[in-house]
């Protein structure tokens, strides 16, 4: 998409990174401007009139102004975000107008989040600017509008977006990844994660089929093969340090799940991704894939 900078000025914009503790809430308010809000950590129940929004690491916020909104911090993590406010002055001509932006995007497209960061960093090293009435750039303006076009009219055809999953799935993702991360061969139940999502397990179970097409644990194996094929064709560990990165103590058995699943044993996959040859195909969508720790 095209943006005319003639066509969008800012009064101002600012914006930072705020913690808060498990539990802490943000009063009701009403919104005098426009604020773009990036979930980084922890699960917030976002209130917006009489609408309860989940919203999880990762996910947006687009407030415009009039929203009378309320947040609820994570109760069992402390919770971190980075936010940017703004009001125009001309408005961007080009996106339908602010009444017809979506509010939460629960699977924002994945430029959005490091061009949030980078605006953010602009903010932050301008000089000579008193808070909170920071006057915008030319620079800082045409990030703004492109930043808004990702975010209100995402890019189509450029290959397959993931499911827009609902809140309380992406709750259960963030457990699965946080242990595939830090201990991979921890056990995880559907107890803990109906817990984590404030849910029966019976409806955890029946959100996850309806969004990925798997029950919650059969996903988290599933996340743990996803992660074993990046592992494969981008690093030079052992099937025996894959297997047990990925939570598996026994690598035989590692192997005969990975080959059941992608009809050939690692090594064999491990050959083709050398040979430039394309994977194959994920059963998850790859933007949750767990990250890759080196």
């Known amino acids: 998409m095209a943006f005319s900078l003639a066509r969008l000025r800012l009064r101002y914009l600012y914006g930072t990174v705020v913690s808060y503790r498990p539990g802490d809430e943000l009063p009701p308010r009403v919104l005098e401007d426009y604020e773009i809000v990036l979930m980084l950590e922890g699960t917030a129940s976002y209130h917006l009139g009489s609408e309860m929004h989940k919203v999880p690491p990762g996910a947006i916020i687009l407030a415009r102004p009039g929203f009378r909104e309320k947040y609820a911090w994570d109760r069992q993590r402390p919770t971190r975000h980075a936010y940017l406010h703004f009001d125009f002055a001309v408005p961007p001509r080009e996106l339908p ?95 803990e994660l109906a817990e984590r999502a404030s849910v029966t397990g019976k409806h955890l179970c029946r959100l996850f089929r309806g969004s990925l097409g798997y029950p919650p644990l059969a996903t988290f194996r599933l996340l743990k093969m996803q992660l074993a094929m990046a592992l494969l064709g981008r690093s030079n ?44 195909r994920n059963p998850l969508p790859p933007e949750i894939t767990p990250r890759v720790h080196w």
């Open 97 to 191: 107008p602010p009444a017809r932006w979506p509010m939460v995007i629960s699977n924002p497209d994945p430029v959005a989040a490091p061009m949030m960061r980078h605006l953010l960093g602009r903010v932050a090293s301008r000089k000579g600017a008193s808070w909170p009435s920071l006057r915008a750039g030319a620079a800082e303006e045409a990030f703004l509008a492109v930043l808004l076009g990702v975010l209100v009219e995402p890019a189509r055809g450029i290959g397959p977006r993931g499911p827009e999953l609902p809140g309380q799935v992406h709750a259960g993702l963030a457990v699965m990844r946080d242990v595939l991360e830090t201990d991979p061969c921890r056990r995880v139940s559907l107890d």
């Open 237 to 280: 560990l052992s099937v025996k340090e894959i297997a047990e990165r990925c939570g598996f103590d026994n690598p035989l058995y590692f192997t005969r799940i990975f080959t059941r699943l992608y009809q050939a044993p690692p090594t064999a996959i491990r050959t083709r991704l050398r040979r430039g040859q394309a994977p194959p």
